[in-house]
C-alpha cells in the first residue's frame, strides 16, 4: 500500500501545501501577519497563503471553504502540530509573550535533547517551535 502501480515510489512524496480552515479569517489573517510576522503572498476573499520557504502554509474561512466540500467534513482545530525550526527557541518565545501569545508549555528540553515550545493560533491549532 502507498505505492505507485507498477512502480518503485511512494504514491505521495512532497508535501506542498498545508491549508489551515478558520472560523474567523479577519482575527486568523492578524494573528498570522501581525503576530507572527508571516509574510502575506496572496489574498483573495476568505484566503490568503504566506511566503515560507518550501511548503505554502494558507488560511481559508471556513464559511467561504465550502466550495471545495461540505463543512460538516471540518473538524475543530488543534489536531494537528506546525513545527517550525527557529534560532532561539526562549527569544522566539518571549517575542511572541510581548504580542499576548500564550505558551502553553516550554520552552523545555525533550528526552531525545530537543528544545521545544508550543502555543495555539486563535482557533486552537497548535504550534511547535524549535531550535534548529
Excluded at 460538516?72 to 517550525?84: K, N, R, S, T, Y
Aim: net charge negative; charged share 25%.
Amino acid at each position: 500500500m502507498g505505492k505507485i502501480k507498477g512502480g518503485d515510489k511512494n504514491m505521495f512524496n512532497k508535501l506542498f501545501a498545508n491549508c489551515l480552515l478558520v472560523n474567523d479569517f479577519d482575527k486568523s489573517l492578524a494573528f498570522y501577519k501581525d503576530v507572527l510576522g508571516l509574510e502575506v503572498n496572496t489574498t483573495e476573499g476568505k484566503f490568503a497563503d504566506f511566503k515560507l520557504e518550501g511548503t505554502s502554509l494558507a488560511i481559508f474561512e471556513k464559511e467561504a471553504a465550502i466550495s471545495m466540500f461540505p463543512k460538516e467534513h471540518m473538524g475543530q482545530g488543534g489536531g494537528v502540530i506546525l513545527a517550525f525550526q527557529v534560532e532561539d527557541v526562549q527569544k522566539t518565545c518571549d517575542e511572541l509573550k510581548s504580542k499576548s501569545v500564550e505558551i502553553f508549555e516550554g520552552p523545555k528540553t525533550t528526552p531525545w535533547g530537543q528544545t521545544v515550545a508550543y502555543f495555539k493560533d486563535p482557533d486552537g491549532n497548535i504550534w511547535e517551535v524549535s531550535a534548529k
